[in-house]
């Protein structure tokens, strides 16, 4: 066997011009968030409101145990259950928190570090680099809202004993999360762009997320209009909510679909941000 | 890739908002090693960004590897080139092997591949041992290592390197250059170094680019840039060298002191450098080095950027 | 070598840059929009009196919710843990530390520097309110006394919570997220319930100085027992004054490593 | 002349990172080399001397007093660190500015004087109103030598001064630093770069593993090492007859001639006696010698012996 020849030894495979590179991007993406301190409790702090309702399911069927009787009393109907469980204040707001833990810096870091300089010398452009970023927000943020809310369907099943559930129900526990987390990955990613400094990016997230919604409740208050309400990030998922579990009854006298078109408009304003950052940074 | 040509450019043009970087350059570069020399600011990293498709000159046109540079051929461009950054730069968050393999897949390695290939350039480039590490932790000069092991990963076509050997430690930086040398020897690839560092370009390039205020003044084979100047010598001596230049000059000899405390001695036509060591046993003074002055790339960069500016 | 001069080289510099900063124009933006509210109520009100609630009354909501329990902690926490974090993160401690000035010296001009950007930032927006709305009181001195009470409950804030989180970012690095935890987690939960908890935030005494506890209004339901104005304003100046004293001192024996490996 | 800096069983851990062990030495007023492989503790011991760190055993002194936190004696010190960090809002000329006014300069004018003269030396006067991210890496580094050299110190620490600064510059920063030291000041240089530190000195101080290695003259130091012979290489028209003659020498340990490059490699141990032989010996024969070097009696070598062992 002749001796292995020292020295650089070049590769022989092919280079294939792959179309999906956003995959190694959302695959290290997913793998340095897992990593990272202090990631199991957030996890943990996310979950909890669904172990709170898995509970709540449970009893419900057992109205003999005076569990949780005050949340059992509203989850009359399944719709009632995922309104509530998808739209409940706290679950809002450890998703809040996660992007700020994990989101704020997917961006910002590599500012600050120089690493557009690497990512771009590669023939990669700038759908697959934000399409990257966003396909691992998209992984925590589903995995957070979708798993659950599918989980609890399969529970709700198995403790009432019947397959029965609405179709139209189902699709909207399909939908709900990924609207919800568009926004929240966009609405992070954009902030993560503007600047370097990661440490500012987490606060303006959370300044802006209690901002809008005091200004919303301001506005409401002093004009007596609830379209005001628009305002408040919060209250535009809970309305989006309403539009999509139960039939469009909104909380507030305004039409909920209103709040879904801005959710929705948010989602591509940010997104265009972004997707325009990135093009001055690249170069 | 015909006739071997990698790199044809044809009048580019490039300005930033108030500063012309890039002048009316045309250059065509076969297979080899090439130095881009030039003083901060001369518009070599400029030129390096062009190349790569960052930069999108405003007038002129060129290719690379047969494909025409813009913003069009760029994806076909990168995915062959190993490109070394002059600043610090790395992707936060992982371990070296992670990063090379992550950098090697976005060029178009398959995942597998990929994570084999990093370990072989990570031992390649001497960061065997510490490939494990988080890449945060890095030293300057392990940084640099693995600056090179990123461009490598994915056995590119053109290799540019922007100061390979900045911030390395003399034993570091002997390294680099003879992974540079071990590189272009293997002739796989053609690669492209801009470096402040003269000693760094004429240890391992075979032709030179000068670049001043974004224009190419020169640009020749290295060897054909140090040739030796006849009958004219660098000297170091020890003991007491007043004397001794006193008979020099009588000899008809012009002798004027040097930068590294040395001297510098023109011998007239006639006499050879025996002369030199009569003088010096007449007046008990040892040679310790004797050397025919050349001109060397550095003095053909100060020749070339002096005229320039008037300096 | 005068103390005097490079002080106030310190102190003017830094008070510039913080100031001409993009990050501060953008909460510069944030101190404005309350402002523009009241403009809008104000407006409204001269044109359909006696239908919205008046200017007066939506003043000191706006003060309690957007400035006192919102924007000033923020700024500090920002402020407050970069006149150091900056410096390491940015390894440009060493400028500072290697010249004739003593290590406190250079922690508090810049401090101070930073303390005048918060106040510019927050006295813009919170003047500009008052004036908007008590337009039509501005004769009495009574609505000057109250203007003057709100500025000094804000100065307070900002000297309390900008000494807790530059203390905190003296000795440690990452000190956002336990700020934040601070601010939005404890002080936030602890307001509702009554008892003595309260008296261990910041935002207790502050508020206990604010001319008058607000009703029992529609947003959020304050537990609020307000301790003596004389002992918050006393809580509040010692808690400032030890917190800067005890960062100086961290700043002064502490070295700080910038080397690439940390 | 006093020492103008002591330093006595001087050692540095971060954590149980090693940084610098038993450090005993004094330097004198000159140009000194710091010299030492990556993660030597050459750093280590800049910034141990300047004040911007503790010593965790032993004491470092300038001008007779203890450095950290000692803020009354940086007045005199200059030091230009290796990071290239900058503040980003700030201009050239604001940054040297600032560093002006920091070092009490009577006045905003006096200030602005100090500025401009610093500005000029390093040649970035044209450049002094762009901001400093607009800067190349070798311009920034430029920068920051003049941010050491604003106040004109008489103590400059220098932890890579010259990385990434061109030729041109090069010559005219290792000029000044020469024309420093016949102004009476102390210069530690710390390089990598083993050709710049030969250009500026032959005074060094070899730092491994945190240790002080050696400290004084290059050839005295190469001399100290005698385990390791010495070589001489000679180029000459007629190598074999110039062999033969020396071979016979008995403090001539070998001979290695090589036809191709008509050179002569000898080793011995007593350089001297040899260089004096030489001399003599080429000025009665006709033996036309076109190069005399001592491949290893530079950096290099000593380096690569320090690092070897």
Known sequence: MAIREKGYTGW?????????????????????????????????????????????????????????????????????????????????????????????????????????????????????????????????????????????????????????????????????????????????????????????????????????????????????????NLFSIQRNITQVGNLLFNKGQSAWNFPSWLSLLTILGLTLVFSAVLFLRIRRAEG | MQNG?????????????????????????????????????????????????????????????????????????????????ESDCL?????????????????????????????????????????YRQVETYSAGMKQRLKLAQALVHDPRLLLLDEPTSGMDPSGRKEILELIRDISAKGRMSIIISTHLLADIEYTCQHVIIMNQGRIITRAPIVSLSHERFNSFEVKLKGDAAEFLKQLRTKKCQVEEGEKNDFHILLPAIESSKLIFAIATRTGVQIRQLKKSQTTLEDAFLKAIGEADGD | MNEKKTAWALLTTFFRFGWKNKRSRIFLLFSLIPVLLLLLVKIMQTARPASFTSAADLFSNIMLIFYFQLLIPVLALFFGSSVINDEIDNKTLVYLTVRPVPRWLVFTGKYVAYLLVMGLITFLGLVLSFLIANFDLLASAESWRQLLTYLAAALLAITAYSGLFALLASFMRKSILIGLFFVFGWESIVQYFPGTTQKFTIIHFVKSLLPYAPQKSGFLIFQLEPSPVFSSVLVLMLFSLITLIAAAIVFQKKEYILSDSN | MSAVIQAEKLCKWYGNILGVSDINLEIQPGIKGLLGPNGAGKSTFLKLAAGQLKPSIGWVRIFGEKTFANHRIYSRIGFCPEHDSFYPDMTGWQFIFFMARLHGAASPRRAGE?????????????????????????????????????????????????????????????????????????????????????????DIILIHQGRVFAQGNIHYIRGLIDAHPHQISIRSNRPRQLAEKLVRLENVLSVELDEATATLIIKTNQRDQLFDFLTRFLAENDIEVDEITSPDDNLQAVFDYLIGR
């Open chain 2, 91 to 131: 992707i936060p968050g992982m371990d070296a092997v992670a990063l090379t393999a992550y950098l090697g897949e976005l060029s178009g390695m398959p995942h597998q591949e990929a994570i084999k290939r990093a370990h072989d350039v990570l031992y390649y480039v001497g960061l065997g041992e510490a490939r």
């Open chain 4, 114 to 202: 100090m500025t401009e003269k610093a500005l000029a030396t390093v040649g970035l006067t044209d450049k002094k109103d762009f901001l400093i991210k607009t800067y190349s890496f070798g311009m920034r580094q430029r920068l920051r030598l003049s941010s050491s050299l604003v106040h004109e110190p008489e103590l400059l620490f220098l932890d890579e001064p010259l990385r990434g600064i061109d030729p041109l510059w090069r010559i005219k920063i290792i000029r000044l630093i020469k024309e420093y030291e016949k102004a009476g000041k102390t210069i530690i240089v710390s390089s990598h770069v083993l050709s710049e530190i030969e250009a500026m000195t032959s």
């Open chain 1, 12 to 228: 022989e495979g092919e280079l294939k011009p792959s179309s999906q590179l956003w995959l190694p991007i959302f695959f290290s993406g997913i793998k340095t968030i897992f990593k990272k301190k202090y990631a199991k409790l957030i996890f943990g702090g996310v979950t909890f409101p669904f172990l709170i309702f898995l509970i709540a399911v449970y009893v419900r069927t057992k109205p003999e145990l005076r569990l949780l009787s005050g949340l059992v009393r509203q989850l009359a109907t399944d719709a009632s259950l995922f309104n509530l469980f998808f739209t409940n204040g706290f679950l809002i707001f450890m998703l809040f928190i996660f992007c700020i833990f994990a989101g704020a810096e997917l961006i910002a870091a590599d500012l600050r570090f120089n690493a557009l300089a690497l990512y771009f010398s590669r023939p990669l452009d700038r759908l697959d680099y934000i399409g990257g970023k966003f396909s691992i927000l998209l992984f925590y943020l589903l995995l957070f809202t979708l798993v659950p809310g599918l989980l609890l369907v399969a529970f709700k099943m198995i403790f009432s004993g019947s397959l029965s559930f609405s179709p139209l129900l189902l699709l909207a526990i399909l939908v709900y999360p990924f609207i919800l987390s568009m926004f929240l990955a966009s609405f992070t990613l954009m902030l993560s762009s503007l600047t370097a400094n990661a440490k500012f990016t987490r606060i303006i997230i959370l300044l802006l997320y209690i901002f809008m919604d005091a200004l919303a409740q301001m506005l409401r208050t002093v004009f007596k209009s609830d379209y005001f």
């Open chain 2, 5 to 85: 040509t990698i790199v044809n450019l044809e009048n580019i043009r490039f300005s930033y908002p108030n500063v012309q970087a890039i002048d009316d350059v045309s250059l065509t570069m076969e297979n080899g090693i090439f130095g881009l020399l030039g003083p901060n600011g001369a518009g070599k990293t400029t030129l390096i960004k062009i190349l790569l498709g960052f930069l999108a000159p405003q007038s002129g046109r060129g290719e690379v590897f047969g494909l025409t540079i813009g913003h069009q051929g760029h994806k076909g461009i990168r995915r062959h080139i190993g490109y070394m950054p």
